[in-house]
């Protein structure tokens, strides 16, 4: 299958551009994010029938009961995780369809991205591999209990709302390093965590909806 192929015009490279020119005009500033998204094709992590939408400032269905994040929360949570720093090894809760994982590939040196849905993850592997990304490991597994074998990250993002931060992930993550993750019960709220010599220093931010994390795994 040649993935380079479907759809022509509302997904083309002025359509990404326009959007990356709207990311800006919402508040976006990071220059290295605003590129980046300018450059990978995010109508192929969307069904084909949905990829004219894919630029929009939407999230949309990726099947199984998942969205994918909107360009705007995916820019503004990848801001927030870079701070002005570069990343070298990054955490991912919640893979789903791989856009955002896509993106830290390309600002980070390696992304560990993890997925509870198995089928979810298929699909997304065989994406990932067909844009040639490289710098990743993806695992099926309950990404509450974070990647122990790899060590420490510098940066841990989660892609699914929580009550409660979890424990297992703080203690996978450096001093210097930082969380971002959105927390919340009837309002979600975007937070960042940072691991300063001091302790942990957590900052409320942006009010965000999403799908709530669960433990466990779906085999199929
Ligand atoms: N960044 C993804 C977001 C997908 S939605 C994208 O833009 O496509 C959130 C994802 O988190 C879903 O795929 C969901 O299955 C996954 N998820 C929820 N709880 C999880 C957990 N405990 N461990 C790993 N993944 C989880």
Redesign the pocket.
């Known amino acids: 299958m040649d993935v380079h192929h479907h759809g022509i015009g509302m997904t083309s490279q002025r359509t990404r551009a326009r959007m990356v020119e709207r990311l800006r005009e919402q508040g976006i500033t990071d220059e290295m994010v605003l590129s980046v998204m300018n450059s990978i094709p995010r109508h192929l992590f969307v069904e084909e029938a949905l990829a004219s939408r894919a630029y929009e400032d939407v999230s949309l269905p990726?099947n199984?009961g998942?969205?994918?994040?909107s360009p705007w929360i995916?820019a503004r949570m990848t801001e927030l995780l870079r701070g002005s720093h570069s990343l070298n090894k990054v955490l991912e809760?919640?893979?789903?369809?791989?856009?955002?994982t896509a993106v830290l590939a390309k600002l980070a040196k390696e992304v560990y991205s993890?997925?509870?849905?198995g089928p979810?993850l298929t699909r997304t592997r065989i994406r990932l591999r067909e844009l040639r990304i490289t710098n990743i490991s993806l695992k099926h597994a309950?990404?509450?209990l974070g990647f122990p074998e790899v060590g420490s990250f510098d940066a841990i993002i989660m892609?699914?709302v929580t009550t409660q931060i979890p424990e297992l992930l703080l203690e996978q993550l450096t001093v210097g390093g930082r969380m971002v993750y959105p927390k919340g019960v009837s309002k979600q709220f975007l937070c960042v965590i940072e691991h300063t010599p001091q302790g942990f220093i957590e900052t409320i931010l942006d009010e965000v909806k999403f799908?709530p994390?669960?433990?466990g795994v779906v085999n199929r």
Request: aromatic share 6%; glycine share 14%; charged share 10%.
């Open positions: 990726i199984f998942q969205t994918i994040s995916v809760i919640g893979t789903g369809c791989g856009y955002q993890i997925e509870r849905i979810l309950d990404g509450l892609t699914a799908v994390i669960l433990s």
